[in-house]
C-alpha cells in the first residue's frame, strides 16, 4: 500500500483511498478518550487525535488476508501537543496466544511523517521492568516482540502515517497503561526541538529508558528488508505466521 498511489492524507488527517481498495470508515480516537493516560489533566472534548482504518487491502488481495487471518491497518496521528505532551495513542498490550506463553507480536511502518514507538515490559505486578523508545522515519519498519505494551508518538510537525500488520481476531488490553495514567515516561516539548522524557511518578520502579534508532533493530522477518509491508505480505504470507 503506497502513499499516492492507493490513498492520500487529506489537510485534516482522513485518508482519500484509490478505486480499487477496500478500507472502512476510520475509528476516531478523540482527546476525551485519552484523558487516562495523558501527563496533564486536561478538559475533555471532542478534538480528534487519530484515525485507524482497520483491515486496508485491495481487493484482489482480500482472500489471502482472510485466509492467513491477518489484518492490514493504516493509522494517521495528528501533529500537535495536548499542553506540552505531544500527541500519542493511548497505548495497549496484546493477549497471550491460545495455549501458549507468548502474547502475540505485530509489525509496524512508517509511511509518512517520524515516530516513537515507546515499548515497555510489565511484571507480574503490573510495574515496569524494561522501556524504550525506537525512533522511526518513513520507511522504518519496527517489530514489536511478545511481552511488549506500545505506545505511539507523533514528535513531528506533520501527520504520522503508519501501517500494521497483525494477528485479525484478538482484542487489545488497554487496562495496563490506564490504570499508571499512561506509559512509564511521557514525551513534553522540550527547550530543543527533540522534546524531553518524564518520568510517570505512578511507577514504583524506576528504569532508564533506552533510546533506540529503527534502524538498528533486528528483523525477525527477512521478506520484509526491501519490500513494503504490503508487498512482503502478499509475496511471502507464511513468512508472517509468527504474528499468529
Same mark, same amino acid.
Given at each position: 500500500?503506497?502513499?499516492?498511489? &492507493? ?29 487516562? *493516560? ?17 483491515? /486496508? ?10 485466509? &492467513? ?16 505532551? #505531544?500527541?500519542?495513542? /493511548?497505548? &495497549?498490550? =496484546?493477549?497471550?496466544?491460545? =495455549?501458549?506463553? !507468548? ?6 511502518? *512508517? ?5 516513537? #514507538? ?9 510495574? /515496569?521492568? !524494561? ?10 519498519? /519496527? ?6 505494551? =506500545? ?17 485479525? =481476531?484478538?482484542?487489545?488490553? #488497554? ?10 515516561? #511521557? ?10 522524557? *518524564? ?36 509475496? !511471502? ?8
Amino acid at each position: 500500500m503506497i502513499l499516492g498511489k &492507493h490513498f492520500t492524507v487529506e489537510s485534516n488527517g482522513l485518508l482519500t483511498f484509490a478505486a480499487g481498495v477496500l478500507a472502512p470508515e476510520p475509528d476516531v480516537r478523540r482527546l476525551a478518550d485519552a484523558l487516562p *493516560v495523558l501527563y496533564a489533566d486536561v478538559p475533555p472534548s471532542d478534538r480528534p487525535l487519530y484515525y485507524m482504518y482497520r483491515g /486496508v487491502c485491495l481487493e484482489n488481495d482480500r482472500e489471502l488476508y482472510q485466509q &492467513h487471518d491477518i489484518r492490514y491497518d493504516i493509522t494517521v496521528i495528528l501533529p500537535g501537543t495536548i499542553g506540552k505532551e #505531544y500527541i500519542k495513542t /493511548v497505548g &495497549h498490550f =496484546h493477549p497471550l496466544k491460545p =495455549h501458549s506463553s !507468548e502474547t502475540y507480536p505485530e509489525y509496524y511502518e *512508517v509511511l509518512d511523517g517520524e515516530a516513537i #514507538y515507546l515499548f515497555q515490559k510489565n511484571n507480574r505486578s503490573g510495574d /515496569v521492568e !524494561e522501556v524504550m523508545a525506537i525512533e522511526a522515519k518513513k520507511g522504518d519498519k /519496527v517489530f514489536i516482540p511478545p511481552a511488549y505494551g =506500545h505506545v505511539t508518538i507523533n514528535p513531528g510537525n506533520k501527520p504520522l502515517v503508519m501501517a500494521n500488520l497483525i494477528e485479525s =481476531h484478538f482484542s487489545s488490553l #488497554y487496562g495496563p497503561f490506564r490504570e499508571k495514567r499512561g506509559a512509564a515516561y #511521557y514525551y513534553l516539548e522540550g527547550e530543543d526541538s527533540k522534546g524531553d522524557f *518524564v518520568k510517570n511518578p505512578r511507577y514504583q520502579n524506576s528504569v532508564a529508558l533506552k533510546l533506540v534508532a529503527a534502524p538498528s533493530l533486528t528483523q525477525p522477518i527477512s521478506a520484509v528488508k526491501n519490500k513494503s509491508l504490503y508487498e512482503a505480505f502478499i509475496a !511471502e504470507p507464511e513468512a508472517f505466521k509468527i504474528l499468529k
